[in-house]
C-alpha cells in the first residue's frame, strides 16, 4: 500500500497521561502533560517538556523538582481540567478534591489520589522552541499497596492509566506480550 508523506508533527503516539505536581506543601500547583517519557534507565531520568508561559514552568524552574503522578482512568476528568486551567487563578488541589501528600525526597507533593508517584530532581532544562524540557532523576517511586502484584511490581492492569493519542484520550487494552518473548521457544 503506497505511503501518504505528511507534514512534520508530533506524530509519535500514543504518549502517557501524567499529573505534575510542583512548588511545595504550601504552595503547589498541578499541571497535566503529555510530553513525558524515560529517557536513561541509569541513572533513572524522566523527561517533562513544558511550555514556559505555563505557571507551572517557573514553579519547577525555581523549585527545582517535581512530581510525575500517573492518574488513573477515573481520574480523567480531573486530569483534563488540570491541563486547562491555570494554576494563577485555581487551586487545582482543591478544585479537584486532590490530597497534597508530603514527598520523601523533594519538595514538591504527591498527589494522593494516584496509584504511582514518581519523586525527580531536576538536572538538565532544555530549550527546545515552544517547549523547554525538563529532565529529572528519578529519586523515589511510591506505588499504593493495592496496585502492586506479587512480586511487588506495578500491576498496569490495576492501575489503569491513560494515554493521549491525537486530541483523545485511551485506556489502555490487554497485555500482548512481554519484553523478549520473540525469542524464546
Given at each position: 500500500m503506497p505511503k501518504v508523506k505528511l507534514p512534520p508533527s508530533e506524530a509519535l503516539y500514543p504518549v502517557p497521561v501524567v499529573?505534575?505536581?510542583?512548588?511545595?506543601?504550601?504552595?503547589?500547583?498541578?499541571?497535566?502533560?503529555?510530553?513525558?517519557?524515560?529517557?536513561c534507565s541509569n541513572p533513572p531520568l524522566i523527561s517533562i517538556s513544558v511550555r514556559p508561559q505555563r505557571f507551572s514552568h517557573d514553579m519547577i524552574s525555581?523549585?527545582?523538582d517535581?512530581?510525575?503522578?500517573?492518574p488513573t482512568e477515573g481520574l480523567l476528568k480531573k486530569a483534563d481540567f488540570c491541563g486547562i486551567v491555570s494554576g494563577m487563578t485555581t487551586d487545582k488541589f482543591k478544585a479537584c478534591g486532590f490530597t497534597k501528600a508530603p514527598s520523601t525526597i523533594v519538595s514538591s507533593p504527591l498527589i494522593e489520589e494516584c496509584p504511582v508517584n514518581?519523586?525527580?530532581?531536576?538536572?538538565k532544562t532544555l530549550e527546545l522552541g515552544v517547549h523547554n524540557m525538563f529532565i529529572g532523576e528519578i529519586l523515589a517511586v511510591h506505588a499504593d499497596k493495592d496496585v502492586l502484584n506479587k512480586d511487588g511490581r506495578i500491576d498496569h492492569r490495576k492501575t489503569r492509566p491513560v494515554v493521549f493519542n491525537h486530541g483523545e484520550y485511551w485506556g489502555l487494552g490487554k497485555q500482548?506480550?512481554?519484553?523478549?518473548?520473540?525469542?524464546?521457544?
Open positions: 499529573l505534575v505536581s510542583c512548588g511545595d506543601m504550601n504552595k503547589a500547583n498541578i499541571i497535566t502533560i503529555a510530553w513525558c517519557g524515560v529517557v525555581r523549585g527545582g517535581f512530581v510525575v503522578n500517573i514518581i519523586e525527580c530532581k531536576v538536572i500482548i506480550g512481554r519484553y523478549g518473548f520473540s525469542s524464546k521457544k
